[in-house]
């Protein structure tokens, strides 16, 4: 669909189709000085929804459908420097119907490569859930299931799947209700997967709702990262479609929580370089942890070039996370390690 600031408020991504954001987590190399700056945006293009995975020394970087196909995946080998490797997964689900796949995140299982996604789902017309499989990568991501992962029509819909595997190797899948395309409100959830990443096991956990002032419309793209043994969840909030939408953090102990926002303001917002920065993942590189994120430039709001990948560090000291920017010119680019 052309890109325009929607008139009405729409579903999160109705109006844009974006491109895929894979980060590959590079081959090793003993740990590298970050000696050179960067530019943002690092993809000057349009890949909204990033969801990154670090395989050896690759980041790969997973994206909302677009031009390069229904889930486009790039390839780093620093988070900086990217390249299109293709469509992840050219031949969509049985369940679903084409043209709405939004914000795949990917995670390693058994040895073999899960993808959660988004879709619109045929029986019911709302986007659900679902996860494709495959051997390497780069794809191609294959769902054969005559059904959803997670289907909650009367909730408006699931979509903004995010895997994330505890230090004991329980697998958990977090994820907004879409509440918003049907005049609901919209919350985060958790729930655990199975050991094979295929179902979901247990009840949901309600994990965070909308209570701060900056975050209207819809909570939504969280993302969970641990440090120094405490979970950092990072989700968005806002109207997508313009300078509202932002990114705030919350802190727990457990990925059931109870979970705190630690700002009632949002921790990366939009400036005189980005606007609608979020739906993002953190990253960890041999300096830190790293945030990935997608923004539009300020004055082409829902217009070509759409929504760019955007690279920030994030730094977090005596309980409290920052991220900085968003800012074009970075002094110093992300440290990777290896072998």
């Known amino acids: 669909m052309p890109m325009m600031t929607p008139p ?4 999160r991504r109705a109006a844009l189709a974006g ?40 980041y790969y970087l997973y994206s909302t459908a677009g031009s390069a196909g229904n889930m486009p995946v790039q390839v780093s080998p620093d988070l900086v420097h990217w390249r299109l490797v293709g469509d992840g997964q050219p031949v969509i689900a049985p369940w679903s119907m084409s043209g709405r796949h939004w914000a795949p995140e990917v995670i390693e299982v058994d040895g073999r490569y899960h993808a959660y996604y988004t879709a619109r789902e045929r029986a019911t017309d709302r986007q659900s859930i679902g996860v494709a499989v495959a051997d390497v990568p780069e794809g191609p991501f294959v769902d054969a299931a005559s059904a959803p992962l997670l289907s909650t029509p009367e909730e408006g819909g699931c979509i903004d799947a995010s895997p994330f595997r ?55 793209g969280p993302a969970i990262i641990t440090h ?12 997508y479609w313009n300078e509202s939408y932002g990114v705030g953090v919350a802190v727990a ?3 059931e929580g109870p979970w705190v926002k630690l700002s009632d303001q949002p921790v990366l917002a939009a400036n005189e370089v ?38 920030s560090p994030v730094t977090v000291e ?22």
């Open 318 to 339: 005596d309980g409290a996370v920052s991220i900085a920017g968003p800012a074009v010119d970075n002094p110093r680019r992300p440290e990777i390690q290896r072998p």
């Open 19 to 58: 491109g895929a954001l894979a980060l590959a987590g590079g081959a090793g190399i003993a740990p590298a000085h970050a000696q050179a700056g960067y530019q943002n945006p690092v993809i000057a293009a349009n890949h909204p929804d990033p969801g990154i995975l670090r395989v050896g020394q690759r």
């Open 274 to 311: 980005a606007a609608g920065p979020g739906h993002g993942m953190p990253v960890r590189a041999a300096d830190g942890i790293w945030y990935v994120y997608h923004a539009w430039e300020p004055d082409h709001i829902g217009q070509d070039p759409g929504r760019q990948i955007w690279l």
């Open 228 to 239: 120094e043994g405490r979970y950092y969840l990072f989700y968005s909030a806002g109207e």
């Open 166 to 220: 505890d230090e004991d190797g329980t697998l958990w899948l977090l994820w907004k209700n879409d509440g918003n395309a049907a005049d609901q409100d919209s919350f985060l959830f958790a729930q655990r997967l199975a050991a094979d990443g295929l179902s979901l096991e247990g009840e949901r956990t309600r994990v965070l709702e909308r209570d701060q002032e900056w975050e209207i419309y819809t909570i939504e």
């Open 253 to 255: 102990d457990s990925v």
């Open 8 to 11: 009405f408020r729409p579903s």
